[in-house]
Every structure is written in C-alpha cells, then in structure tokens.
C-alpha cells in the first residue's frame, strides 16, 4: 500500500523511530524505588528541570512539660457586689450643688452633694456666741473674790463653777455645729461608679433620707453553683478561672474564699464563693462561667488536649523533630480540657513523650507521617493569616 506522507516527511519519521522505541523502553521500567525518588524529590521530566525539595507545611506547636494537672468544676454563678453603699444624709438641709451624674466614677472623699452652708454657719455662729457668755459668767463667778483674798478657786472648784455657768455644755453644742457643717458637704465612702442619684438643687434633703447608691465594682465576688457530688472536691485556697459573655475573650484568676454551708434541697446544689481581684471587669448582676479547682495531680507529664489525634482508633500526637512531623501513640490519662496527662507505655514503662518535645496543636488534623513542616508561633499564623469577616458583616454589606 502506498503512503499517504510526503516523501521528505515519511523520510523524517523513518530516522526517528529507532529514538522512539529506546525512550519507550526506558520509560517502561519496573523500578518502583526510582520512581518514587523522582516523584519526592519533585523531578520534572518534561522539562529537565532539577529536583525541588518539599515545601514544608505551617503549623503551630506547644511544648510538653511536667507539672501539675489541675482537675476542675465548670460551672455558671451570680457576680455581687462587696461595698455597696446606699448613702443618706446625716443633716437635713436644701440642696445646694449636685457634683456628679449616674454613672460617673467616684473617688474615696470625692464632694458628691454640697447643701446650702449658710444655716449651718449661722449655728456654728450662734453656738459660740453662747459658749462665749458662758466663759464670761464663768469667770465672774470667782473673779470678785479672788481680787479681795488673793487666792483663786481650787481645780475641783474651777470644775464646779463652770458646769454651773453652762459653759461645758455650750462647749458640746459648738462641737455638735461644726459637726454638723462639715457633713452638710457628702463626700463619697469608697472609690466606685454611682449608681443612682435621686436628688436635685433646691429640694429639701432631711436627716437619713437615702438619695445616691455606690458600686464598688473593684470588690466582686461570685456565689457559683456547685452539684452536691461535686462540692467534696473543692477546697478554700484553690484557684478559679472565671470568663463572661460580658467581657469576650478576658480570662480573670480567683480565690476560693468559701463553701457555703447550706445545699439547696430542690437544685441538689451547694454555693462557692469565689473572690476576683479588682480590675473593674465584671460588674454586681452579671453572670459568669467559673472553672473551680478540684482536685491537683502533682508530676505528671502534660500535653495540650488540642495536640491528640486517633488514628486507626488509636490516639497520637506529632511531635516535631528535625523538621519532620513524627506521629507517636501514647496512652492519654486524665484531662482537664487544656491540658491531659500522658501516661507510661503499658509494655515498655516508657512515656513516648518528653518535656520540651514540641507537639503540633494546629495544623496536623490532615499531616501524614514525616512530613515537613515549619513551626510557627500562634502571634506569627494571625499575621500571616488573613482576618475573616463575619457573614453577618458581609451580608450588611459592611
């Protein structure tokens, strides 16, 4: 049969056939080993271009450590205040000057309420005027006969003469009258926000009447809840992590101060008062999650909860060594949700993980055995890591 091909083309495709046939030969080989070499050392044959080297995966690692496991009780409870102070008024008088509004802070001995000085001036005024001519009756009751014998009246006579004269007694009521103007000016008791202030210049204020509430928010406590089965394990000294809805994303440190003697018959649950040092955070009213210690295992070995995986239904983690993420089953104990305890191989007596091991927590849910990897810190995946904005932002169109 005669070819179709132009002669200088068939002639051409005759030459290169022998060349063919060897690249077909080479190309079918059984050799796995090489295969693979080529394939991870990333060798592109249809370009000649030299091997590239695995880019290794981001991800984050933490360190083992030893330490103490602290077993905890997560529950909700009520935030009240300690120094909450309703304030009255110790004199009756009108209103002269409102120093402050709702809401505003406060400092300890701070001028809230100034009542009109001029009627307790007049009584300071009219309580002297009459210790005054008491002082003059006083003395003119021994001074004629002292000037005729010379001698004057003996301490205990003095004494005498002068309750007689009621000198002592007008004494007591200039004390009681400058008293009483020193309190026509309401300064505040503590440091605080106010809360509620019901008064006005020109109305009359009379002596006990309440008119200003102040919240000390920097002395909070928090009555938890705590099961009945629960309330054994908790201790007076032990430390709380106390977090609220409130305030997203602040982790505040307590004090167990108390447990409560009293269960509740119907809730099957007792109170732990919680103290949380000042910070103006949490205000009387809210609520908040508290996690109470309850029981601390001293020298165990821990690794971040986030950092165990399963694989073939049994649990591991990646620890990190010389760049490669190496996958180690261990046998997890007990875990408080942050941290779990790692406990010894039941056929060696060995804990497979040592303290300062670097073990992956982000990024290892799809990594394979040895891989590469680059350990990051958390602050370095945010920067490197755009900021997602929210559906509801993208909806609105914001």
Known sequence: MRSSLPPRALALS???????????DSSATDDPASADSSAVAGFDA??????????????????????????????????????????????????????????????????????DPFPFDLAVREAQASLDEREQAFRESFMPESLVTGLGPT?????ALRIRSGAAS????????????????ITSPVDGYVDRLDIAPGERLGAGAPFATIVDVSAVRIEARVLEDDLP??????SATVTSAAVPGRVMRGRIDAVLPMVDSVKRTGRVIVRVPGEGALRPGMYADVQLEAQRLTGRRLVPTKAIIERDTRPLVFVV?????????????????????????????????????QVIVD?????????????????????TEPRRTPASARRDGN
């Open 46 to 115: 249809t370009d000649g271009e030299a091997p590239r080297a695995a880019v290794p995966l981001p991800i984050v690692a933490q360190e083992a450590r030893d330490g103490d496991l602290v077993l905890r009780v997560n529950t909700r409870g009520d935030v009240y205040g300690d120094a909450i102070v309703n304030l009255s008024a110790e004199v009756a008088g009108t209103v002269a000057e409102v120093l402050v509004r709702p809401g505003a802070r406060v400092r300890k001995g701070q001028p809230l309420v100034r009542l």
């Open 233 to 238: 394990l908790i201790r007076v000294g032990g």
């Open 14 to 24: 005759l030459l290169l056939a022998p060349l063919l046939l060897a690249c077909g």
């Open 170 to 185: 007008a004494e007591v009521r200039l004390e009681r009258a400058r008293w009483e103007r020193a309190r026509s000016e």
């Open 321 to 357: 060594r010389d760049g490669r993420a190496q996958w180690t089953y261990i046998v997890p104990g007990r875990s408080n949700g942050v941290e779990t305890e790692v406990l010894p191989d039941s056929s060696t007596g060995l804990i497979p993980v040592e303290p300062g091991d």
């Open 363 to 383: 990024g290892h849910l799809t990594l394979t055995h040895d891989a590469a990897v680059s350990v990051a810190t958390l602050r370095e995946r945010e920067v």
């Open 155 to 159: 301490p205990e006579q003095r004494k």
